[in-house]
């Protein structure tokens, strides 16, 4: 009874530091339980969503002439392999929607009623029909991430290009298609009627054999591997590779490898805010030993008054534990309840992106684990900070206490009628230095991630970041058609230099190659001095030579010196790694080559060409001038017009850069109010000599501001050398699944300045703001003392 006696009477006199333990520790929580639901959810229904359909573990896209029963009996004979199943499809490689040309490749597929072959969105995205309509003559399902790439909406035109001209299509709704729907997928599966497949293969069948098709009769090869089989997918992927030679036929992709590609924006978000969430952890554990010692060293006479009445150190160390337990569980649990909200918010903005509805469940045996977790260690860590109690003397107690020494410091800052408030400011901070370290590491810890956040919103914009990323730096994107030549290239620098001179121009090709019988994607480039991102080694200068990254590295086992076998559409090569190179296509599971080295594979031409110009304000004139000259052989536009996987990064980023500052300003807040109250509670004796001595509330108020700008300001700058040292290390590893693996951080004075000095200032005004309760002491507060 006496614990609970004393614990019922903390909890009223000590409320505002365990309310301010209890919003941190919700707003930990309810950050945690969300990003946790919410990943779980869209991992979880992406999974169930696939089953439902009927994905293969493994999907080969092949051409019709290539489809043989030969082929499919060799797949079958593999022991790893326990069914296939064959889905015909129609490829397009140009087609366009909303007045956008579609970068994506599109599958088109015959609608079919009694089979589960997608989810149809009902018209407010918010779930699904139960029973789906055909489509009629001249419509056609999308996937819904089309919306967010190409703004298109139910309605609009989605037109095919064919050798016969073209036929236009209208989006009568949007699906979920959860083997290529999401944003970072580069093939798009559309649904048609099946009279309108019928036509446009009736179209493809008769065009002239001399011309290449624009439309290609295909097939969806979904291979499943046997259940008991015990191989992961890269060797199961081998191993179909050596029974049948898959790679030479068609292009591969995993279900698993689709499910990462379309979690991306997950993956980095939920990284992200997982790092963020466990500094918080360690403010709310620095915040609670500060709220502890200052309590003990405040409650020191009535500390040694309960030892006398025989009180022991146990019971007091459990008195606090309980006591900051309680409004940790409490705050706990309510931020389980608050993350409701936020889970499905979480689902509203990851959904067009991934192009998955996700349940708003929330994640509670796995959350409920890692909170008990989370109490143990603050718990311990209370355990910790009470040590001290055992050191409380009774007789000290009660002769007084520990006197207080004023302005007891080495450093003896002069005392003048000048900047008075701002001179006992920082002697007041000098001389109890130990009372403000907790709230300078909070306030570097939250620097340090805001800065880093800054940084990492902004990484995308200077070039030169873009370029060590694997981009490319261009005013003009060209696409050709499957007609175009090399040699055409230089008739066709000839018409731009007529207008302005070229200042770089690349020719460029991407396609999946075989490395060691497992299917990559390669860029080939004609000048290789254009690969801007090789961390080690050199370009692929020679023929025989390639470049890996990291990732891929890794997954074969093979660094700069050894040689790998690349393989396509039967032909097969020896190639030396020459160099270690940083790229963000296909999540860094890449490789690159010179267009001499893909001529030993292939005979195919360049698909894109990028060109710098000399005078940029003649961009719009020379893509007018291509497009008029050369209808049939590519397509010009500026590179800002082109989707770029970068753009929704960008998006993605300033998105959790939003949410990391507004997080962090509410942890300002609660961290200011409640040292602000332990201060105002240690000086109120203070107060009323300052006050008795002629100083106005206004004087004293702006006294305990300016110091909290100190603190802020030393703080925030200690917060900004931890980024210096620390920040591309931290941004490498969070970035590595989309295939950074080397982040190189380029500041300015607008990624350092604009965190620190938001810092500055919400310490300066919720200090005042707080120390509103200066005005409430009165001098008689000396005579009752």
Request: proline share 2%; aromatic share 10%.
């Amino acid at each position: 009874m006496e614990i609970i006696t004393l614990l019922t009477a903390n909890l009223r006199s000590k409320k505002n530091a365990l309310i301010s333990v209890y919003i941190l520790m919700l707003i930990v929580t309810a950050t945690l339980t969300a990003v946790i639901s919410a990943n779980d959810n869209f991992s979880r229904n992406l999974i169930d969503a696939q089953r439902s359909v009927d994905t293969g573990d493994l999907v080969l896209t092949i051409d019709d002439k290539y489809a043989t029963d030969e082929l499919f009996d060799k797949i079958k004979e593999s022991p790893d392999v326990s069914r296939i199943r064959d889905v015909e499809t129609i490829t397009s490689h140009n087609s366009v929607t909303n007045g956008k040309e579609l970068t994506n490749r599109s599958l088109l597929i015959a609608f079919q009623k009694n089979k589960q072959q997608f989810f149809l969105y009902n018209k407010k995205e918010n779930g699904f029909v139960t029973k789906v309509q055909e489509p009629g003559e001249g419509e056609v399902y999308v996937p819904v991430s089309l919306k967010q790439l190409y703004g298109c909406k139910i309605g609009s035109a989605f037109t095919l290009k064919t050798n016969h001209g073209d036929v236009t299509f209208h989006i009568k709704g949007f699906i979920e298609e959860p083997f290529v729907g999401g944003y970072f997928l580069g093939i798009k599966t559309m649904y048609i009627s099946e009279n309108d497949y019928r036509k446009l293969l009736a179209q493809n069948i008769d065009n002239a054999s001399d011309t290449e098709p624009m439309l290609i009769n295909s097939h969806a090869v979904h291979i499943f591997k046997e259940a008991k089989s015990k191989l992961s997918m890269a060797e199961f992927q081998k191993e179909l590779n050596k029974y049948s030679g898959l790679s030479d036929y068609g292009m591969t992709l995993s279900a698993e490898d689709a499910r990462d590609y379309t979690l991306i924006f997950n993956n980095i978000g939920g990284g992200i805010l997982y790092v963020f969430i466990l500094l918080l952890f360690f403010i709310v554990l620095i915040v609670m030993g500060h709220s502890v010692s200052s309590s003990i060293e405040m409650d020191y006479v009535s500390l040694g008054f309960l030892k006398s009445q025989g009180f022991t150190t146990r019971k007091l160390r459990l008195l606090y534990l309980l006591q900051y337990l309680f409004a940790e569980t409490l705050g706990a649990l309510t931020g389980i309840f608050a993350a409701i909200p936020f889970v499905k918010l979480l689902g509203n903005i990851f959904q067009p992106i991934t192009g998955i509805l996700a349940t708003t469940e929330l994640s509670l045996v796995k959350c409920l684990l890692i909170i008990a977790g989370i109490l143990l260690i603050e718990s311990l860590f209370l355990l910790l900070k009470t040590i001290r109690l055992g050191k409380i003397s009774p007789v000290q107690a009660i002769s007084g206490g520990i006197k207080d020494i004023y302005f007891d410091s080495r450093l003896m800052i002069p005392v003048g009628k000048r900047a008075l408030p701002a001179k006992l400011a920082l002697r007041q901070f000098t001389s109890n230095k130990r009372q403000y370290t907790g709230t300078i590491l909070i306030v570097a810890i939250l620097a340090y991630f805001m800065i880093s956040m800054t940084i990492l919103a902004n990484c995308m914009l200077p070039e030169s970041v873009e370029e060590s990323f694997g981009g490319i730096i261009s005013d003009i994107n060209l696409t050709f058609t499957t007609t175009f030549q090399m040699e055409k290239a230089i008739e066709i620098e000839h018409e731009i230099e007529k207008i302005t001179p070229i200042k770089m121009s690349l020719y460029a090709a991407y396609k999946y190659i075989a490395v060691d019988d497992t299917e990559y994607n390669c860029v080939i480039y004609d000048k290789p001095e254009q690969f801007k991102s090789i961390l080690k080694g050199r370009a692929p200068l020679y023929e025989n030579e390639i470049i890996i990254t990291e990732i891929l590295s890794k997954e074969i086992g093979k660094g700069i010196g050894d040689t790998v076998t690349l393989s396509y559409r039967g032909k097969r090569g020896e190639y030396l790694i020459s160099g270690i190179y940083q790229s963000m296509r296909d999540v860094g599971k890449c490789f690159a080559m010179n267009l001499k080295g893909e001529s030993l594979l292939t005979e195919e031409q360049p698909s894109d060409a990028y060109i710098q110009l000399e005078d940029k304000e003649k961009t719009s004139e020379v893509i007018s001038m291509l497009n008029h000259k050369f209808p049939s052989l590519l397509e010009a536009s500026t590179s800002k017009e082109t989707g770029d996987i970068s753009d929704m990064i960008q998006f993605a980023l300033n998105t959790i850069a939003i949410v990391i500052y507004t997080v962090s300003i509410f942890f300002i807040l609660v961290v200011v109010n409640m040292v602000c109250g332990k201060i105002f509670l240690k000086e109120k004796k203070d107060i009323g000599i300052y006050k008795a001595l002629g100083f106005t509330s206004r004087n004293l108020r702006l006294q305990f501001a300016l110091r909290f700008l100190l603190v802020a300001f030393i703080g925030s700058t200690a917060g900004m050398l931890l980024c210096i040292l620390f920040n591309d290390r931290m941004l490498s590893l969070l970035l590595h699944t989309v295939g950074i693996t080397n982040f190189q951080t380029v500041y300015s004075p607008f990624t350092l300045l604009l965190p620190m000095t938001l810092i500055c200032v919400c310490f300066f005004l919720f200090s005042y703001l707080s120390s509103k309760r200066v005005q409430n002491v009165d001098i008689r507060e000396l005579i009752t003392e």
